[in-house]
């Protein structure tokens, strides 16, 4: 297991008694999730600190141990490991045991428990752009632990209809189980109807799809859990026809808000983490232009 600490704000101080938090996965170079969370810290006047941990994935169950053994107050947990870690955890909350994905562990006296807090911040992001889920019909694309979360959620809002387009088969039907979701293929042929009729259309797929700007409307909102560009290609590709639409950096945002009250039972100071990630952003449009492909967390 090892760890980055390259995205810790300056001026963080690192003591004896410091607490230990971070997010976990593979390939996640990219994340901004310990610049926004370091931020509150300082402003907390907490003396915690959140790095990243690059995880294998055959090596997850000695991380999860790591946990423990090492008394981290917990971690975040994404790609490709938000299913594969339910097994390790003494217990899982009723909403992460049932999209079976979790995003946010904490320690309690080594006994570690999961939760998942993307679905609720996918819906708190889409109420701030103030698209309400209630009576949509939702296309969600991908059938991962985000689009998982994605689907629960959109069942819980009371969304009119929900449909999945999935490259894994069998992933789609099993996401679709949890809301009760018809299946598209990710084919122009099916997808094309599939998003003209969606009022709402979520992405958790982290790569582009070869998508023609004329199967959207100018009615539609398309939210892309995507945070590695202001405009990935489907943004674009809706905006051309006037439809409304956002990356992932809201979705970012408040799921690391829930995740930081989870961790240190303190309200999270949501605008100190915003301006964090603004300024992230903003730094690494400068440095390169392009960054990398991320999801959530």
């Known amino acids: 297991m090892s760890t980055q600490n390259e995205n810790r704000l300056p001026g963080l101080a690192i003591s004896g008694s410091t607490r230990v938090v971070g997010v976990c996965g593979q390939g ?26 690059e995880i294998a994935a055959t090596a997850l169950r000695q991380a999860v141990d790591g946990i423990r053994g090492l008394g981290l107050a917990g ?115 099916e997808l094309r109807p599939a998003l003209g009729n969606a009022d709402l259309v979520i992405n958790a797929i982290p790569t582009d799809l070869k998508l023609d700007k004329d199967w959207f409307r100018a009615d539609q909102f398309v939210y892309d859990t995507r945070y590695d560009q202001e405009e990935t290609a489907l943004i674009r590709c809706a905006r051309s026809r006037d439809a409304g639409a956002s990356n992932g950096i809201d979705m970012l945002l408040f799921q690391g808000a829930a995740s930081f009250e989870i961790w240190t039972g303190r309200t999270t100071p949501v605008e100190v983490m915003r301006s964090a990630l603004e300024d992230q952003v903003r730094r690494r449009a400068v440095q390169d232009g392009t960054g990398h492909a991320g999801q959530p967390v």
């Open 28 to 53: 996640i170079g990219y994340t901004l999730s310990p610049a926004m969370h370091n931020a509150a810290f300082r402003h907390c006047g907490l003396d915690y600190v959140y790095v990243t941990f």
């Open 75 to 189: 971690v975040n947990v994404t790609k490709p490991l938000k299913t594969d870690v339910l097994p390790y955890l003494d217990e899982v909350s009723d909403e992460a045991r049932r999209v079976g994905s979790v995003n946010t562990i904490v320690n309690r006296s080594g006994r570690l428990a999961g939760a998942s807090t993307d679905g609720a911040g996918l819906l708190r992001a889409l109420e701030e752009k103030g698209i309400d889920v209630r009576d949509s019909r939702v296309l969600i694309l991908g059938a991962g632990g985000a689009a998982r979360a994605a689907c629960d959620m959109a069942r819980n809002a009371g969304a009119d209809s929900i449909a999945i387009a999935a490259r894994n088969a069998a992933r789609a039907r099993d996401t679709a189980q949890l809301g009760g979701a018809s299946i598209v293929a990710l084919e122009s042929g």
